[in-house]
């Protein structure tokens, strides 16, 4: 009954919470799947078949625990990496995806793929050599599997993730990922992989929350349906997920959380009518956390959130749902079979045991998502001895170096978007005695982040196991001024905050401008990291496309005493602005309007963001970057927020 079953899973993976002796080791236990001269495919199908059921559904879940009798260490399948490693502090913090897309540049895209890569085993192989074990499989940490890159379009520039897209475009997202995942899993000819990547979330996903068009729900993703033309699936939703797939040859691919047409994306038909039968995708598909719970959100099953969630996990399966990635789960899910491991405890997937006795699901459908995930396992080298892996020998020595800082202000400074000038750019740096650095994020560390990014300003929490646990290498504005220009006398005034009604500050910034030779004034917006309030991100959309709080105000009064002021935005999408953009400065047309001489859009810029704005200011660069998102005067030019309609009018994208 379902009672003995529950006491059964409880009691497998009570069995499995301590790695074996030979999995802390890194000795090779005497099993035939441990063999490195037979085919991954042969071991595969001997460790899967040498499972029991139980056995094999612990492990369809994103912390899957070790299995002591067969040798099987544990792992986490977790780790973002969409603009570097986003664990373990001490890493290279390059541009976000929106920013990199600015750049046009497909090689250095690879480029930051590499060190990306190169990181992410550097830092497996740090916690490895310190602690004689893998990373804990029941907790976020390092990982080989990576979370990145994100696929969809930057449909409306009032999601809060367009910062991990690559813009508006199909076919330069599509580009984009084809590079960057190729880089992150090249394996140099190798037969086992570096890294793997997994291409976020499969498909048309969007938007946030509803908060746009007046709602109150900032989850509304959970609960969308999605209403696509088939059209519109095939010209805009599909290509770049399409690239990743054949031309990149991804190991990994992510559901999403709301429904497309009706059908919750992670029960969907196109998981095995578009990615198995069409593309002929091998690898392994991972639902988003608490995606499997949220199927229940939809008419799909006739099913609502307080019924039995073992219809859900087993629609999720059987509609081709190797892996149950949680998350919200812990939180909608109470536990159900006491005993139960943590890691499991709280998955939607911990019910398939009830589905299975049902008849819901069967058996091959365990077996077929087993063997997809521990075949990627075993590419990437987790069952073999080290020796044998050629990239155990990357450390410490390896992470955040000079060679991939350079990149990074590379990276940075080819993502500078040159939104309007009057001909001052760029200074000599010989004529600028005294420069104003003003503007809420001029001082900022947190706005150089982005979302998904490394806990930057403070030390590694590994440290304590003997990693080195120096914090993150991070440019300010106002750092990169001193840097340039350290002759100078550099003046900094906040002036008021990114959001709030304090204008305390701008006489201060109004005042420093005002003996200066030029002022750079930092304003906009910010993803994470910082100690202001969160203003775009993961489940928090933009209401408005203006500057928020007070920061128009602060443009204002500095510009009325300084003319050589030019005016930069940090963002991850795009921010409207159109008094900065007077077409007619300064002449009967607009009078008393003044404008800035010149207004710089920089995605959110990574850890040397600040010096790669002043090599630009100062003549040391050129302006090359390319808007990747349309910038439009007004929301009132945009299409109904919920619409997926690629054709509406007016303005969808660049369209």
Not at 384 to 401: C, E, F, I, N, S
């Amino acid at each position: 009954d379902t009672a003995a079953v529950k006491m059964k899973l409880a009691f497998a993976l009570a069995v499995g919470i301590l790695t074996g002796a030979a999995a802390r080791s890194g000795a090779v236990p005497p099993f035939p799947w441990f063999d490195p001269d037979r085919s991954f495919d042969d071991r595969v199908a001997m460790l899967v078949g040498n499972m029991t059921e139980l056995e094999l559904i612990t492990q369809l879940v994103k912390f899957s625990p070790p299995i002591n009798r067969l040798g099987v260490p544990g792992y986490n399948y977790h780790m973002e990496a969409a603009h570097g490693v986003a664990t373990g502090g001490d890493v290279t913090v390059f541009p976000c995806s929106l920013a990199r897309a600015a750049t046009f540049d497909l090689d250095l895209e690879r480029a930051v793929a590499a060190v990306t890569q190169l990181e992410a085993r550097a830092k497996w192989n740090m916690y490895l050599n310190a602690t004689h074990h893998a990373p804990a499989y029941n907790s976020e940490g390092l990982s080989l599997t990576l979370y990145a890159p994100e696929m969809n379009l930057c449909r409306d520039p009032r999601w809060g993730r367009c910062q991990e897209s690559r813009g508006e475009d199909p076919y330069l997202t599509s580009r984009f990922t084809v590079e960057f995942v190729k880089a992150l899993q090249d394996s140099n000819g190798s037969k086992y992989l570096p890294v793997s990547a997994m291409l976020k979330d499969f498909p048309v996903y969007n938007l946030e929350s509803n908060q746009p068009v007046g709602g109150t729900d900032w989850q509304v993703r959970t609960s969308y349906n999605a209403v696509v033309s088939a059209a519109d699936l095939q010209q805009s939703f599909l290509p770049a997920f399409r690239a990743g797939t054949i031309e990149a040859g991804v190991e990994t691919i992510m559901t999403s959380y709301h429904a497309i047409n009706g059908i919750p994306a992670t029960a969907h038909p196109m998981l095995q009518q578009v990615l198995r039968d069409e593309w002929r995708f091998n690898g392994s598909v991972v639902s988003d956390g608490g995606a499997v719970t949220f199927i229940l959100n939809f008419a799909y099953l006739n099913l609502s959130m307080t019924d039995n969630i073992t219809a859900a996990a087993a629609a999720a399966l059987n509609a081709g749902v190797d892996m149950n990635s949680g998350g919200f789960e812990h939180a909608l899910n109470p536990p159900t079979c006491p005993g139960c491991a943590a890691n499991m405890t709280g998955f939607a997937y911990e019910h398939l045991p009830e589905a299975l006795a049902s008849g819901m699901i069967d058996s091959a459908s365990l077996v077929q998502s087993a063997t997809r995930l521990f075949k990627l396992r075993m590419k990437l080298g987790l069952f073999d001895p080290l020796d044998l892996v050629p990239y155990t020998k990357y450390g410490w020595r390896d992470v955040d170096t000079k060679k991939s800082r350079a990149l990074a202000r590379k990276s940075a400074q080819e993502s500078l978007v040159l939104l309007s000038t009057n001909g001052d750019l760029p200074w000599n740096p010989t004529h600028i005695g005294k420069l104003a650095i003003l503007g809420p994020n001029s001082n900022s560390t947190g706005v150089l982040l982005s979302n998904y990014n490394a806990p930057c300003g403070k030390a590694s929490k590994y440290v304590n196991v003997g990693l080195p646990g120096r914090p993150c290498h991070l440019v300010s504005v106002l750092a990169g001024a001193h840097a340039a220009l350290p002759n100078a006398d550099i003046v900094y005034e906040k002036g008021c905050d990114l959001n709030s009604t304090d204008a305390s500050g701008i006489a201060g910034a109004v005042a420093a401008a005002q003996t200066a030779d030029a002022a750079v004034l930092v304003v906009g917006l910010v993803s994470a990291g910082s100690t202001e309030p969160v203003l775009e991100n993961e489940a928090h959309d933009r209401v408005k496309l203006t500057l928020p709080g007070l920061q128009l105000d602060l443009i204002r009064a500095v510009l009325a005493v300084q003319p050589r002021t030019i005016v930069v935005i940090m963002s991850g999408s795009a921010v409207s602005i159109p008094e900065l953009m007077d077409p007619h400065p300064r002449s009967s047309a607009s009078p008393g309007k003044n404008v800035p001489a010149a207004v710089i859009q920089q995605f959110y810029p990574g850890e040397e963001g600040g010096n790669a704005l002043l090599d630009a200011v100062l003549g040391a660069t050129d302006f090359s970057g390319k808007l990747p998102v349309t910038i439009v005067e007004s929301v009132a030019e945009l299409p109904p927020y919920l619409d997926q309609n690629m054709s509406m009018g007016p303005g969808r994208t660049y369209r």
